[in-house]
């Protein structure tokens, strides 16, 4: 804070080091993430029964524009099927048990991959939980149909 008052009373701002305080950087970009990402997603629909997911998936995403995609809300959709997909161990290991056994009899190749949570704290975990989805979109279509 010393090293900025000194930069900033070069240039005849006026800055007293010892009243303020730096935002951490990581923290202010996770807020405005949160913000942006709740204007179009809708919270309660992560909420919703495990249909949702199975109604969903059915729509092949080749066939869509991008207006049409964001409109099905992904963010939500991925939450949804991911909480579905990891809700109990045992339906953890079936997903993990459908990977191997696809990537052995050629159905897929997506190595040994595991879903991805969206965590609140981290600013770009839906973008990594959304990623992974791609990624296991073959798996997944497979899996739930």
């Given amino acids: 804070m ?58 092949h995403p080749d066939h869509q524009t991008f207006e049409d995609a964001v409109k099905r809300d992904p963010v939500a959709l991925g939450r949804n099927i991911v909480r579905v997909l990891r809700s109990s161990s045992s339906r953890r290991d079936a997903f993990d048990q459908h990977i191997r056994d696809g990537n052995e009899k050629g159905w897929f190749d997506v190595g040994q991959l595991q879903l991805l949570r969206d965590v609140k704290t981290r600013w770009d975990s839906v973008y990594y939980m959304l990623r992974r989805l791609r990624e296991l979109q073959p798996v997944c279509c497979y899996y739930v149909f």
């Fill in 2 to 59: 010393e090293e900025l008052g000194k930069l900033l009373h070069a240039r005849d701002i006026p800055f007293d080091g010892c009243d303020r305080k730096i935002m951490c950087f990581a923290h202010v970009i996770n807020i405005c993430c949160q913000h942006v990402i709740g204007e179009f997603t809708n919270i309660e629909l992560s909420e919703s029964v495990d249909d949702f997911v199975a109604e969903e998936l059915a729509c």
